[in-house]
């Protein structure tokens, strides 16, 4: 099992309101994601680091902002939800092992509700 | 054109009924190939990496065709416990080794 924790699991918030998703990963991987990914529909790439103080956006245009104090931990911050923003986001880490290719390990996801 | 494309399905077999799912890659310097696994409202999880020469866990195999930029899954002897979604997820050194994921491939395994 992957050691990738994200909280909270579920937020239902009004619009407006400022909201930060946290991850964190006791694996020591350097690179993070974050994935927005709507029901039944593919995983969108929103902001990935490769290391402490490395923040990138992604494919998909978003909102959100992410920082990278400390290698465990890559929060996204949203600053003013909207309801544009309910789906489910995920995160992820990553680090190659010698002589191998990176593989992804997930978090559980967070489902997130803009009323 | 997008980056991974698969057959969304779904594909309903019967128990223990062999099934396969092929993945397309548009970019032609990936490197990296990998089938994950992902049950409804869960996260993605790592079910094989996918090697140039093909590879085998359990009752499932994977291969890859570099020419012509697809890869495979093949499960045999289906069970229940093998509906999910499965995903083909590629990335390439010319992109900053970004991970792409198809929109997946929905399997159901009937008794």
């Known amino acids: 099992e992957a050691d990738i924790y994200q909280t909270p699991r579920y937020l239902v918030i009004g619009t407006g309101k400022k909201i930060t998703l946290e991850c964190s990963q006791t694996?020591?991987?350097?690179?993070m994601y974050w994935y927005q990914q709507d029901p039944g529909m593919e995983l969108h790439l929103i902001h990935y680091?490769?290391?402490?103080?490395?923040?990138e956006k992604g494919d998909l245009s978003s909102e959100s902002t992410v920082s990278r104090i400390r290698t465990e931990h890559f929060p996204l911050t949203l600053e003013s939800a909207r309801p544009s923003h309910t789906s489910q986001y995920l995160c992820?880490?990553?680090?190659?092992?010698?002589?191998?290719?990176?593989?992804?390990?997930f978090g559980p996801g967070t489902r997130l509700t803009v009323l | 054109r997008k980056e991974v494309e698969q057959d969304p399905g779904p594909f309903n077999v019967p128990e223990g009924a062999t099934v396969a799912f092929n993945c397309t890659y548009s970019?032609?310097?990936?490197?990296?190939f990998f089938w994950y696994r992902q049950d409804c409202r869960k996260e993605p999880k790592l079910l094989m990496s996918?090697?140039?020469s093909g590879n085998e866990d359990g009752r499932f195999t994977a291969q890859l065709n570099r020419a012509s930029q697809y890869i495979s899954l093949l499960i045999r002897d289906s069970k229940l416990s093998d509906s999910a979604t499965y995903l083909c997820?590629?990335?390439?050194?010319?992109?900053?080794?970004?991970?792409?994921f198809g929109t997946g491939t929905s399997l159901t395994v009937i008794p």
């Open positions: 992820a880490s990553s680090d190659q092992t010698s002589g191998l290719t990176d593989t992804q390990y």
């Open positions: 694996m020591g991987h350097d690179k």
């Open positions: 680091s490769y290391g402490v103080n490395s923040t």
């Open positions: 970019n032609s310097a990936s490197q990296s």
């Open positions: 996918v090697y140039s």
């Open positions: 997820v590629v990335s390439a050194p010319n992109t900053g080794n970004q991970f792409y």
